[in-house]
């Protein structure tokens, strides 16, 4: 059973810093993708970024620049480093990894507070 565990939210002041750190229960060398998303209250979930299991990121273009995602193989953990965070970035933070488009998992989320 693959059980991802987020960890790293919390309440911040607007231009903060927040490092996000996802756990996997496996090695997640095997997934092809790994990312995180993002659902704010009443809005559909959304990608924040990704990640190869190549190293290659992709961004939403509404973290571009600010947000930075790794990840470290020895260590199963998927990171995500949010710079100059806004209020707008409020929302549960959500890790996902895939390793197919038919088999993907969930963390339970972590909240994400930027105050104004």
Do not use: H
């Amino acid at each position: 059973q693959v059980q991802l565990v987020e960890s790293g939210g919390g309440l911040v002041q607007a231009g903060g810093s927040l490092r996000l750190s996802c756990a996997a229960s496996v090695s997640i060398f095997s997934f092809s993708l790994m990312g995180w998303y993002r659902q704010a209250p009443g809005k559909q979930r959304e990608l924040v970024a990704s990640i190869t299991n190549g190293g290659t990121p992709n961004y939403a273009d509404s973290v571009k620049g600010r947000f930075t995602i790794s990840r470290d193989n020895a260590k199963n953990t998927v990171y995500l480093q949010m710079n100059s965070l806004k209020p707008e970035d409020t929302a549960v933070y959500y890790c996902n990894a895939r390793y197919n488009i038919l088999t993907q998992y969930w963390g339970q989320g972590t909240q994400v507070s930027v105050s104004s």
